[in-house]
């Protein structure tokens, strides 16, 4: 988003023209920057057996999925829908790794015999899949006690986390392996989302291939995503080319002591599509008292929850109002909820009834994350490329939403 001629445009598009044509609130996409954040991490990590799997979760859009297969992409789902959904996007089964948790066996069995990679999350999934389809291969993903994240709701790893076949299972799990005649042909480790420091990924790194060893059969490591992104104005990008010396280093060393050469997975999600969406709502509402203002928008948690379930910093751009002056609100939603509020005693330039207001870095777990709560329609969504608009996906109807209830 830049500013041209005092107006606010996404590529070569003015925003207010695309709220004209499609209402708010509104999920407004920049193809661009996911093309730039691709190709960052293609042309910046070094390793020659590098594959991204860009996380479903984060935005499952399917156009964006397409997008990201045309410039090269493989994906990771986490569960049977998202699977479903990438093979309807064009991805071949041999593009898409399947991390499960808490799967029910008729999921594990769908991706079975769909013959997508699996890294499978307890000992309970290993010994089913064992039974069901011995002498296959499959990945596990792993608990080595260490996890990070900007929210202690985003950390997947840990003594005090779900996620993961714990390091103090692998006899157990190396005893279902020889029962059932199955090859560990991959290691995943997911240590959190929203890690800016690439010292965390050389410690969760180094941990997750000196446990390699202990495999005789391994095709990949897989790192796992969370790479965070600048939310705030101080922030920093995350170093990609550090990042790539530490992988390099380690995985070259790893690949020349087994005599072959490892893949090496990761699987960014916010990393790729946080950055190129903002959501537009017009302000409704304005109150004030006890020393408060509280700017009502047309959107709210049920649109984008982050705020409310992780305290998430979002930048405001009133884009109605590009030079005016600025003032202090608490800029609340339209859902009845309490913690229904996207930012408290933030400066925002002057903002009034019918003002647009877009929430910035919002592509990442914003649509994907939305509900029908308190029966409003979730926004549409529309991609930009340069001069070109296109609408991916329909407001929803109230009638619609009216006679699922």
């Known amino acids: 988003?830049?500013?041209?001629?005092?107006?606010?445009?996404?590529?070569?598009?003015?925003?207010?023209?695309?709220?004209?044509?499609?209402?708010?609130?509104?999920?407004?996409?920049?193809?661009?920057?996911?093309?730039?954040?691709?190709?960052?991490?293609?042309?910046?990590?070094?390793?020659?057996?590098?594959?991204?799997?860009?996380?479903?979760?984060?935005?499952?859009?399917?156009?964006?999925?397409?997008?990201?297969?045309?410039?090269?992409?493989?994906?990771?789902?986490?569960?049977?829908?998202?699977?479903?959904?990438?093979?309807?996007?064009?991805?071949?089964?041999?593009?898409?790794?399947?991390?499960?948790?808490?799967?029910?066996?008729?999921?594990?069995?769908?991706?079975?015999?769909?013959?997508?990679?699996?890294?499978?999350?307890?000992?309970?999934?290993?010994?089913?899949?064992?039974?069901?389809?011995?002498?296959?291969?499959?990945?596990?993903?792993?608990?080595?006690?260490m996890g990070s994240g900007h929210h202690e709701h985003t950390t997947t790893g840990g003594s005090e986390s779900k996620f993961g076949i714990h390091i103090s299972e692998i006899k157990n799990i190396k005893r279902i392996v020889k029962k059932y005649n199955l090859i560990i042909n991959g290691l995943q480790q997911h240590i959190g989302s929203g890690i800016p420091d690439p010292k965390t990924f050389e410690k969760a790194a180094h941990a997750l291939l000196k446990i390699s060893y202990q495999f005789e059969d391994l095709e990949y490591i897989d790192l796992g995503g969370g790479l965070d992104i600048p939310y705030r104005p101080k922030d920093k990008e995350v170093d990609i080319k550090g990042l790539s010396n530490v992988i390099d280093d380690l995985m070259s060393s790893l690949s020349k002591m087994r005599g072959k050469d490892l893949n090496l997975i990761i699987e960014p999600g916010r990393y790729l599509v946080a950055q190129s969406g903002v959501l537009i709502a017009k302000v409704t509402d304005i109150k004030t008292h006890s020393g408060n203002t509280f700017v009502s928008i047309n959107t709210g948690m049920n649109h984008l929850i982050r705020s409310a379930m992780y305290s998430s910093y979002h930048e405001l751009v009133n884009i109605s109002k590009p030079k005016d002056r600025s003032r202090k609100v608490n800029l609340v939603g339209n859902v009845?909820?309490?913690?229904?509020?996207?930012?408290?005693?933030?400066?925002?330039?002057?903002?009034?009834?019918?003002?647009?207001?877009?929430?910035?870095?919002?592509?990442?777990?914003?649509?994907?994350?939305?509900?029908?709560?308190?029966?409003?329609?979730?926004?549409?969504?529309?991609?930009?490329?340069?001069?070109?608009?296109?609408?991916i996906r329909e407001r929803t109807p109230l009638d619609d939403i009216l006679e699922s209830f």
């Not at 990590?45 to 297969?69: C, D, G, M, Q």
């Not at 930012?343 to 330039?349: G, L, V």
């Not at 509900?371 to 609408?391: F, Q, T, W």
């Open 1 to 145: 988003m830049q500013i041209k001629r005092n107006k606010f445009y996404i590529g070569d598009i003015k925003i207010e023209d695309i709220i004209q044509k499609y209402g708010s609130p509104l999920y407004i996409y920049d193809q661009k920057v996911i093309e730039e954040k691709f190709n960052n991490l293609k042309d910046k990590i070094e390793y020659p057996f590098l594959k991204i799997h860009y996380a479903v979760k984060a935005n499952s859009n399917t156009h964006l999925l397409k997008l990201l297969r045309s410039l090269g992409s493989n994906v990771e789902v986490v569960s049977e829908g998202l699977a479903r959904l990438s093979l309807k996007a064009g991805f071949k089964p041999s593009q898409i790794i399947y991390t499960c948790n808490g799967a029910e066996k008729e999921e594990l069995d769908f991706i079975m015999g769909k013959k997508i990679q699996p890294n499978l999350d307890s000992v309970n999934q290993v010994e089913y899949w064992g039974k069901k389809n011995p002498g296959s291969k499959i990945g596990i993903r792993l608990n080595l006690n």
């Open 336 to 391: 009845c909820e309490s913690s229904d509020v996207f930012a408290k005693n933030r400066s925002i330039r002057n903002p009034q009834v019918d003002d647009l207001v877009a929430i910035l870095d919002a592509g990442a777990y914003g649509y994907s994350m939305s509900s029908l709560y308190n029966g409003r329609p979730k926004p549409a969504e529309i991609l930009v490329s340069k001069d070109k608009v296109k609408l």
